[in-house]
């Protein structure tokens, strides 16, 4: 998150600064869940985010602050690049889509250097190279959210709609790509009548739902209350995220 945006954040460490080893600092150690066992290097401006309800929480005021203000969010990664090269600890892990318009540090409002470890390909897709940066991300980097995003107007979905209603061909690495989507295209078929816009839908809460019960890690890390795995979709025209908890 860019230092404008944070001010409020700053001027409260300044108080806790002031405050020195008092009440507040033993509250905010006290808070710090026990897998939080190093100090993590922040970006400049920004605080710890160690629970999954804070991770989701910052997600969701970040894409406020880029719905009302994007212009608002400019980042000054020139001054966390030094700050970050031994060590990072990003707060939430994001799969989303390779699309151009869809931007996870530019969606969350200004998320700098350092803060979300994401993994992209068209149609978001979780294949094992996803499944492992997930993994990778959630068991060893401590991320305490894990979000699958989708987009309205995705072409990688509405490729594979057009497969199952069309019978349109896809050649080449593509036709493979999208393979994982078509069953998903067939379920959405009887769900309403816009065919994409329920094929995104479903194909972000199958991928969620997928990551429990692909990987152990993941699954006993969430049994664990260390990690929360959600869903979403974010509209490319209205700049809004909608998040889906309950998948
Ligand atoms: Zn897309």
Request: glycine residues 10%.
């Amino acid at each position: 998150m860019c230092q404008d945006c944070e001010t409020q954040t700053l001027n409260r460490r300044n108080l806790f600064k002031l405050a020195g080893v008092g009440l507040t600092a033993a509250a905010l150690v006290a808070s710090v869940p026990a897998h939080a066992a190093t100090t993590p290097v922040l970006p400049t401006g920004t605080s710890p985010v160690t629970s999954p309800s804070e991770a989701l929480a910052r997600l969701k005021q970040g894409n406020q602050r880029f719905v009302q203000d994007a212009e608002a969010c400019a980042t000054h990664m020139a001054a966390t690049r030094g700050e970050l090269a031994g060590s990072q600890h990003p707060w939430a892990t994001i799969l989303t889509c390779s699309d151009s318009r869809v931007s996870p540090e530019l969606v969350f409002g200004g998320s700098t250097l350092g803060e979300l470890f994401v993994i992209r390909n068209a149609g978001n897709v979780l294949d094992t190279g996803a499944l492992g940066t997930i993994e990778y991300g959630t068991e060893h980097l401590k991320s305490p959210l894990v979000v699958v995003m989708g987009h309205s107007k995705c072409g990688a979905i509405t490729a594979a709609c057009d497969e199952v209603t069309k019978g349109a061909e896809l050649g080449g690495s593509i036709g493979k790509m999208v393979q994982p989507i078509l069953p998903i295209v067939l379920s959405a078929k009887d769900k309403g009548s816009d065919l994409i816009a329920q094929t995104v839908r479903l194909n972000a809460i199958s991928g969620a739902r997928r990551i429990a019960e692909e990987s152990r890690i993941v699954s006993d890390l969430v049994a664990a209350g260390r990690v929360k795995i959600v869903a979403a979709v974010y509209d490319i025209t209205s700049g809004e995220v909608e998040f889906i908890e309950d998948i």
